[in-house]
């Protein structure tokens, strides 16, 4: 059974830096894509980043660009979401996702495990 396992929000100001991590367990996950997702009140849920495990392609949202970097730590089993620059429209709980492809879908209903998220606050 997959289980993941997110951690490392918090509360920061604007302009601050915050490191997500998310725990995975229950398979080997070199053919898997992780992906963050974030959901903000009254929102959608969106993407906010991917990684395929094996190959180590990327993908990140538009908004997101330059300032947030996804990262995989092989022996820990563990995806890393670097957020820098934050800003207030960055608050949301985010989350991570997990699935057995080799391509990282933006669309989260392609997603078919999850963690229980982690609040990020992030004041003017």
């Known amino acids: 059974q997959v289980q993941l396992v997110d951690s490392g929000g918090g509360l920061v100001q604007a302009g601050g830096s915050l490191r997500l991590s998310c725990a995975a367990s229950?398979?080997?996950?070199?053919?898997?894509?992780m992906g963050w997702f974030r959901q903000a009140p009254g929102k959608e849920r969106e993407f906010v980043a991917g990684v395929v495990w094996n190959s180590g392609s990327t993908n990140y949202a538009d908004s997101v660009k330059g300032r947030f970097t996804i990262s995989r730590d092989n022996a820990k089993n563990t995806v890393y979401l670097q957020m820098n620059s934050l800003k207030p429209e960055d608050t949301a709980v985010y989350y991570c996702?997990?699935?057995?492809?080799?391509?990282?879908?933006?669309?989260?209903?392609?997603?078919?495990?999850w963690g229980q998220g982690t609040q990020v606050t992030v004041s003017s």
């Open positions: 996702a997990a699935e057995p492809r080799s391509y990282v879908y933006t669309n989260p209903s392609r997603y078919g495990y």
């Open positions: 229950g398979r080997t996950f070199s053919s898997y894509a």
